[in-house]
């Protein structure tokens, strides 16, 4: 129950094509879903985030889909660069207050943007 | 603004060996500190946390252990390193959203 759904493993997007990451969870409890941006090598970056209160978050080429009935969540990479080439994890958690959560990650997605 | 300081960024270490990795934070108080790992190709996973000084709590039982000494300082040790210990250590910090450091790549030969 406690488990986030990621799909797919790997994908690769022509430049300017659409990227689209798919999740999925179980628990009824998680509140906040963040996305993050790992580059070979570094840390994960926070990416975009959501709460379940609104359908969709965007933030310039990165968008947030949400549907709650379905316990789904995606992320729409528009324009597709090939400095977006990176994996990219889904998370979510039970928003506990400030600072007191531990997030439950997907196992990533390696994304390939080719020119 | 808050930083996030971890070292040594790569580390080669025979089988058996103790192991040190440390991290501290600047510009928050009293956040919540975290150790992940990360093994090749694959996804993360929570090895420790801690809620203040002194507070660690276990989510893998393993030969890694974590202590912090100070409000701002997280530190990963191991006594005997394992041929898994192999990978990427990542530590992060929260007071509301997860922020991950530069990471450390361990290689255990």
């Known amino acids: 129950q406690q488990q986030v759904k990621q799909s797919p493993q790997s994908l690769i997007v022509q430049k300017g094509g659409i990227s689209i990451i798919n999740c999925a969870y179980e628990?009824?409890?998680?509140?906040?879903f963040p996305w993050y941006q790992q580059f070979p090598g570094k840390g994960p970056a926070l990416l975009i985030a959501?709460?379940?209160?609104?359908s969709e978050k965007k933030e310039g080429r990165f968008t947030i889909s949400f549907n709650k009935s379905a316990k789904q969540f995606s992320l729409h990479i528009m324009d597709s660069q090939p400095g977006d080439s990176a994996t990219y994890f889904c998370a979510a958690t039970p928003y506990s207050g400030a600072g007191s959560y531990q997030l439950t990650f997907g196992k990533g997605t390696k994304l390939s943007v080719i020119p | 603004s808050q930083t996030i300081h971890q070292w040594p960024a790569t580390l080669v270490q025979p089988v058996g060996s103790p192991l040190s990795l440390e991290c501290t934070v600047e510009?928050?108080?009293?956040?919540?500190l975290y150790w992940y790992r990360q093994a090749a190709g694959r996804g993360l996973q929570l090895l420790f946390y801690?809620?203040?000084?002194?507070?660690i709590s276990s989510e893998v039982p393993q030969n890694l252990s974590a202590s912090r000494p100070q409000d701002r300082q997280f530190i990963l040790s191991s006594k005997k390193l394992l041929l898994s210990d192999s990978g990427f250590y990542l530590c992060?910090?929260?007071?509301?959203?997860?922020?991950f450091g530069e990471g450390s790549r361990l290689t255990v030969l």
């Open positions: 959501i709460r379940p209160d609104v």
């Open positions: 628990n009824t409890a998680f509140d906040y």
């Open positions: 992060a910090w929260s007071t509301g959203e997860l922020f």
């Open positions: 510009g928050t108080s009293n956040p919540n």
């Open positions: 801690s809620v203040g000084i002194g507070q």
